[in-house]
């Protein structure tokens, strides 16, 4: 009856579904009647518990704790870069844990991070590598066994029978530090091409994000500051920030002003929670500082009285995330870049969801740019001692890079961990995309939906098979540590990456791991003082580096004005989805709150519809047919949907091309 676990779900949670019931001897923790313990954060309690009433489903009974082996390592689930400690037994892992890493997580783990684990050991996992079957009698994939050596010749005549602008590269973000700057020798180095980019057309331009004032977890949540919240819902999204949040809110006094199309799960916290319609951005962060906007004139009045808040601060930052999928990153970019110009002493954290996402632009992952931040006219001497070519020109996003192969003017694609047919917005597009490549070359743990359509299959090593680093949102480096051996004859990405280097310019080395780390920390200005080798011996809390542009400019967006009956459309995320690892971990199955798509109640009695009547929404793209749920709660004139879900297949009607989505409902 120590009560950890229920003040855990109440005060650091928020979620007070568990509680003490019956009395005396009789004593237990337990549920409300109806209400089951449905938090995103549960397996927590079963961390802090002291004598071991709660227990977790995935580690119950398959092991003693004694008879664990337990290495402190990195998550890469998220770009939270949490620190857990990896605990396996015969060679199999059996269970996370959070360690308490005083700037990052606190101990705290999500549940899909806590149990994500049981997808690396999953029975479905790539073992051996794949190639087609040339000898296959129809034209559908036929992928058979190989060997390691007759697939890398088979991607050095894939690399050399073509020239480098015809050369792509998609993902990344999945891979350690040291991988990724491989891959950017490789791309960039070696065959020349500078199509290469870690984000899946849901991110931001790494220019921008460079160009703005960095923060870190412990700045953001300062006690008494102001904290601007600017799109994705951090509960959703990264879940032990939102914890760190929510305690600034409720225990530090911080004022939260929220910004964003749909409620998220700190709304109720917020000082000024304010619902700004897709594309509006942009205007709002412009009445916010005092210039006339063209939004409507409650929403002008509330931004005026957060105005206020923020202008009387000593402390604010900026939490800059994506307010929908269906539409451009640059509105919000703009958005952001005005609002440093407005408080010039406001400091950024960037909510890019996507692993080791800031290690792959720093690492050159990223078009235009090379290892250490720098442009590609700016590479170091050494870089290029290094690095037998550079890029001549500046290359395509992932957008750009579908559309080119659509257009014929992509070869070669190579996807690491990457899988575009789900995770790219424009599904309709990366789908056309991959049926005109020549040579796709796939470097992952799953035969996803994209890999299935690969000619070549390297299968990697996971999280917990490797070493390494990883760079969180805020720049943090802290170190990745292998605890068990990967599957069959699975090989971490750096090493993949370093024998394709060998069959591509051998004399361009390295050769081996530790050669790899101190060719990293030579080549680039930005790690000079880090020494690659020795990051594996630095404590729980990494290593902070900051390094960026000064300045940058962005190209003005014209957001069409919507058309009478039309619906703009705001794509969000929520923490389980159909994702592929969260496919293959048993405790995190049947957990996706499926493919509801709302709208104002008003906006359905207009039309004549109720949630009973089917519907066909009409998209630049396509339709689909489905049902709507009325939310009050949804600003009139928007339709909400959540990605990657069981039913209706959003991504069908999002045109990548456009600024903003707009649909047509009818009744069918």
């Known amino acids: 009856l120590c009560d950890r676990c229920t003040r855990f779900a109440d005060q650091v949670a928020g979620d007070a579904l568990i509680h003490f019931i019956d009395r005396g001897n009789k004593t237990q923790v337990n549920t409300y009647p109806d209400q089951p313990f449905s938090s995103y954060f549960s397996g927590n309690t079963v961390q802090i518990c002291p004598v071991g009433a709660l227990t977790a489903a995935p580690f119950r009974f398959k092991a003693r704790p004694w008879d664990l082996t337990e290495v ?55 073992v051996e590598p ?48 040291e991988a990724q700057y491989v891959w950017s020798k490789i791309t960039k180095g070696i065959l020349g091409t500078d199509n290469v980019d870690a984000q899946l057309g849901d991110g931001f331009s790494p220019e921008v994000l460079l160009s703005l ?51 998220t799960g700190l709304s109720q916290l917020a000082t000024h929670s304010i619902r700004i319609p897709p594309g509006k951005i942009f205007e709002a962060v412009k009445a916010l500082s005092g210039e006339s906007s063209e ?38 970019e703009n958005a952001a870049i005005t609002l440093k110009e407005y408080l010039p002493e406001a400091s950024f954290l960037p909510l ?18 090379l290892p250490g931040r720098c442009n590609l006219e700016e590479g170091s001497e050494e870089l290029q001692n290094n690095w037998p070519t550079l890029p001549s020109s500046k290359g395509f996003n992932t957008r750009e890079i579908l559309e080119a192969a659509v257009n014929g ?88 990456a370093l024998d394709l280097v060998q ?22 200005g930005m790690y000079e ?15 902070v580096l900051r390094s960026g542009f000064q300045s940058v400019q962005t190209s003005s967006v014209k957001i069409p004005k919507k058309k009478a009956n039309s619906f703009r459309l705001i794509v969000t995320r929520s923490m389980y989805d159909k994702g592929v690892l969260a496919a293959h971990s048993s405790a995190l199955q049947g957990l996706a709150p499926g493919g509801q798509i709302k709208v104002n109640p008003e906006d359905m009695e207009k039309l004549g519809i109720t949630s009973d009547s089917t519907v066909r929404l009409i998209g630049s793209k396509g339709e689909i047919r489905t049902r709507l749920t009325p939310d009050p709660e949804i600003i009139c004139g928007t339709i909400h949907a959540l990605w990657n879900q069981e039913g209706p297949d959003i991504s069908k009607l999002i045109d990548s091309s456009l600024p903003v989505n707009d649909l047509k409902i009818e009744t069918t």
């Open 213 to 263: 004032n960095p923060s870190t977890i412990d700045e953001t949540c300062k006690p008494g500051g102001v904290i601007i919240l600017l799109g994705a819902d951090p509960k959703e999204e990264l879940g032990t920030l939102y914890l760190r949040l929510r305690h600034a809110v409720v225990q530090d006094q911080c004022k939260l002003i929220e910004l964003t199309p749909v409620k």
């Open 503 to 524: 069959y591509l310019a051998p004399k361009a080395g390295p050769s081996t791991f530790k050669e790899l780390c101190e060719e990293i920390s030579r080549v680039s």
């Open 529 to 543: 003082d880090l020494d690659f080798t020795t990051v594996g011996e630095i404590d729980k809390e990494g290593v």
């Open 72 to 126: 402190e390592s990195t998550s890469t689930f998220d770009s939270i870069g949490n620190r857990v400690s990896v605990q396996e037994s015969r060679d199999r892992v059996l269970r996370f844990t959070g360690v308490d890493s005083d700037s990052v997580n606190w101990g705290w783990l999500t549940d899909k991070e806590r149990f994500i684990f049981e997808s690396y050991s999953s029975e479905n996992r790539l």
């Open 352 to 369: 890019l969801r996507r692993g080791n996402i800031n290690g792959a632009i720093n690492m050159g992952l990223s078009p235009g740019l």
């Open 295 to 332: 939004l409507e004139e409650q929403i002008l009045k509330e931004l005026s009285d957060a105005g206020k808040i923020i202008k009387n601060s000593n402390s604010v930052s900026v939490l800059l995330g994506r307010t929908s999928l269906a539409e451009t990153s640059s509105i919000v």
């Open 409 to 496: 003017q992509i070869d070669v694609l190579v996807l690491l961990a990457s899988d575009p047919l789900k995770d790219f917005p424009d599904s309709q597009l990366a789908q056309e995309a991959l049926e005109r490549i020549e040579t796709v070359v796939a470097v992952d743990i799953f035969a996803t939906e994209s890999v299935l359509q690969a000619d070549i299959v390297l299968p990697a090593a996971t999280t917990t098979e490797i070493d390494g680093t990883f760079t969180n949102l805020e720049g943090r480096i802290s170190p990745i540590r292998r605890s068990v051996t990967p599957p069959g004859t699975a090989r971490p990405d750096w090493m993949i």
């Open 130 to 177: 794949l190639m087609i079957d040339g000898f296959a009698e129809d034209e559908n994939n036929q992928l058979v066994a190989t060997s390691w050596s007759e697939a890398y010749e088979k991607c050095l005549t894939a690399f050399t029978e073509t020239t480098p602008e015809r050369i792509a590269v998609i993902g990344g973000s999945r891979l350690t530090n």
